[in-house]
Every structure is written in C-alpha cells, then in structure tokens.
C-alpha cells in the first residue's frame, strides 16, 4: 500500500486519510464479529496507512467505541484521527441480544439528547470507552426528519439550535475537539442547519455516490461557499453498488425496486467499457470527488478490506476519468 494523501478538514487543524475504517461493523452490524477478528481488520487498516477511524455510541450501544480505544490504545495518539458522535446518550441497561441492528451489544439503554447537557454527557462517556481526553472530529448524529420524523425532528432540532451548538463551540475553543459537523443520512437537514451555522465537515452517508447525487442539488454549493468538506460513508449505497444488480441487493436500508436495479444495470454496463468493476467505480468515484476530504471503509473481515484498498490503487485510464467525473 502507498502512503495515503492526507486532506485537510474543512478550514481547521485536523488533517485526515484519504481512506478513513468506519466502526460499525466492530460493533456486530449485523453479525457477530470475535475480537481476534476485530483486531485483525484493524491492524490491516493501521498498516496499509489508514489513520482516520469513524466510530459512534450507536454502533453495539458502545461495543465499537470500547473496541477501538482498546486497539489505539498501544498507539501514539498524535498518530491517528478519531471520530465519534453526540446525539444519543448511553447509561446502564439490560442485556439485549440485538438492539437496532447490531448483535449483543453493550448492556446499556440509549436516549436522543441534542441539548448542551446531553451533548457533554454523550461526548465524556465517549472518550472514557476510547480512551482519549479529545475528539479530533465530533458529528451529530442522525438529526432530521429522515431518523425521527416531523415532530420528534422539530423538538431535536430546537436543541440542538438552542444550546448543542455551545457545547460544540466550548468543546473547539478548549481543545478537546478539532472540528464538529453532521453524521446524516440526507441533504436537507445539512442545508436546514447550514442556514443558522457553519460546519467544518458533514458525514453524508449514501447520497454522494456514483448511484445516488443528491447531494448535488444545493449541498455541494453549500458546502463550497462555507469550506465544509464531506466524509463520504456508504459509498455502495447499502450493499448494491458492491454486489451489482442482484435480485434481494439491497439499497438504502431495504430491498431495491427494479426502476433502482434499471439504473445499476447501466452504470455496471458503462464501468465495464471502461475497465472497472461495479464496486471499483464506486470506491474511485469518492475518491476523486472534489468535495471529499475521506471515504469511509466499514468491514469486520480483512479479505473485504483489501478488496476495497486494491480498488483504491487502481491506475484509471482517460476514459475511466471521465466517466467518474461526469
């Protein structure tokens, strides 16, 4: 692996990989992952240069944030970036064998809480499980219609507006974080936010993809005109960009419909004339997308992670080029 470009993030200090390890998996997405596996994954991403990792409370109720402070913590802490999120606040629960799509999580129960308070609270316990006294970058997490609808939405938006904002000025201005943004799953809640505040980087999950564009419909300009940069997570788009157009591929969350599985057909079709595979375009595409500063990489086995930094080393021909950048 050849050294990774580092990419400043947005105007601040913080300087991140071009390819970043996203947590979720090693926090039993899905599946059970062991911890001699766990390790494995995370030393195949420290030595082929990744030193970006994206983690959250969410992922196994704590289950990832407490796995990855225990693999960093033999690390010098100036060598590496992290990433957590504030939004939900964990304390003591009941054992669950699966809760929210992760498998035996941590025992703890969760709450949404965007004020200043729940911010503090969240971002402590945080960094206790990492076992770090700051946070390089802190996203707020899953806010918006798209994970609470209308009225839930509003309430956590008058937090967040009210007071979170504070805690995250306080938390930069003392040195305990570098840069703040979103961790979102749609565009609107970004443009909603970036009308009362400006952000340093914005996690946008699935919606700057070589599939999915709707990040261009206002954001990216939005994005221009503050200097936020993007941390590209689901690049595959929830697995079909990486499987190609299957029957039971899955796209944002669920099954594809044929008018979703129609459009990969073609873009699959258009790769090959340019000698990629459907899941190397999807990598390259983020990764020559101006607006990114890293593209995440989430993956609890090795074999699926080096066949992701192959793809990211490829050589592009004129032709693939402009197909990406189309």
């Given at each position: 692996m050849t050294k990774l470009?580092?990419?400043?993030?947005?105007?601040?200090?913080?300087f991140v990989t071009s390819l970043s390890f996203g947590c979720s998996s090693i926090g039993n997405m899905g599946r059970v992952v062991d911890d001699q596996s766990v390790n494995a994954v995370l030393d195949h991403a420290w030595n082929a240069g990744i030193r970006y990792f994206d983690t959250a409370p969410h992922y196994g109720r704590g289950l990832s944030e407490s796995r990855l402070g225990a693999y960093l913590k033999g690390k010098n802490r100036d060598d590496f970036v992290l990433s957590t999120k504030v939004g939900r606040v964990l304390s003591p629960g009941a054992e669950l064998e699966e809760a929210d799509g992760f498998i035996k999580p941590l025992p703890n129960d969760v709450r949404y809480d965007y004020t200043a308070d729940g911010i503090m609270?969240?971002?402590?316990?945080s960094c206790e499980l990492l076992g770090t006294s700051h946070v390089d970058i802190l996203f707020i997490h899953d806010i918006g219609d798209y994970t609470h609808g209308v009225v839930k939405g509003a309430k956590y938006m008058d937090e967040l507006l009210g007071s979170g904002f504070k805690a995250l000025h306080d938390l930069k201005s003392s040195g305990r974080i570098g840069a703040y943004g979103l961790g979102v799953n749609e565009t609107k809640v970004c443009l909603d936010i970036m009308m009362h505040e400006r952000l340093d980087t914005i996690l946008l999950a699935g919606r700057l993809t070589l599939l999915d564009r709707e990040a261009e419909e206002g954001l990216l300009d939005a994005c221009a005109q503050q200097e936020t940069n993007l941390v590209l997570g689901g690049i595959f788009n929830s697995g079909i960009l990486a499987t190609g157009p299957k029957p039971g591929a899955w796209f944002d969350y669920a099954p594809a419909t044929e008018h979703i599985l129609e459009q990969v057909r073609a873009l699959e079709e258009e790769a090959l004339k340019v000698g990629l595979t459907l899941p190397e375009a999807a990598l390259q595409f983020g990764l020559r997308h101006p607006a990114a500063c890293s593209v995440l990489l989430g993956t609890g086995k090795v074999s699926s992670l080096q066949r992701n930094l192959d793809a990211a080393l490829l050589e592009l021909s004129p032709d693939a080029v402009q197909f990406l950048s189309r």
């Amino acid at each position: 692996m050849t050294k990774l470009q580092k990419n400043r993030v947005g105007t601040t200090d913080v300087f991140v990989t071009s390819l970043s390890f996203g947590c979720s998996s090693i926090g039993n997405m899905g599946r059970v992952v062991d911890d001699q596996s766990v390790n494995a994954v995370l030393d195949h991403a420290w030595n082929a240069g990744i030193r970006y990792f994206d983690t959250a409370p969410h992922y196994g109720r704590g289950l990832s944030e407490s796995r990855l402070g225990a693999y960093l913590k033999g690390k010098n802490r100036d060598d590496f970036v992290l990433s957590t999120k504030v939004g939900r606040v964990l304390s003591p629960g009941a054992e669950l064998e699966e809760a929210d799509g992760f498998i035996k999580p941590l025992p703890n129960d969760v709450r949404y809480d965007y004020t200043a308070d729940g911010i503090m609270e969240s971002f402590e316990h945080s960094c206790e499980l990492l076992g770090t006294s700051h946070v390089d970058i802190l996203f707020i997490h899953d806010i918006g219609d798209y994970t609470h609808g209308v009225v839930k939405g509003a309430k956590y938006m008058d937090e967040l507006l009210g007071s979170g904002f504070k805690a995250l000025h306080d938390l930069k201005s003392s040195g305990r974080i570098g840069a703040y943004g979103l961790g979102v799953n749609e565009t609107k809640v970004c443009l909603d936010i970036m009308m009362h505040e400006r952000l340093d980087t914005i996690l946008l999950a699935g919606r700057l993809t070589l599939l999915d564009r709707e990040a261009e419909e206002g954001l990216l300009d939005a994005c221009a005109q503050q200097e936020t940069n993007l941390v590209l997570g689901g690049i595959f788009n929830s697995g079909i960009l990486a499987t190609g157009p299957k029957p039971g591929a899955w796209f944002d969350y669920a099954p594809a419909t044929e008018h979703i599985l129609e459009q990969v057909r073609a873009l699959e079709e258009e790769a090959l004339k340019v000698g990629l595979t459907l899941p190397e375009a999807a990598l390259q595409f983020g990764l020559r997308h101006p607006a990114a500063c890293s593209v995440l990489l989430g993956t609890g086995k090795v074999s699926s992670l080096q066949r992701n930094l192959d793809a990211a080393l490829l050589e592009l021909s004129p032709d693939a080029v402009q197909f990406l950048s189309r």
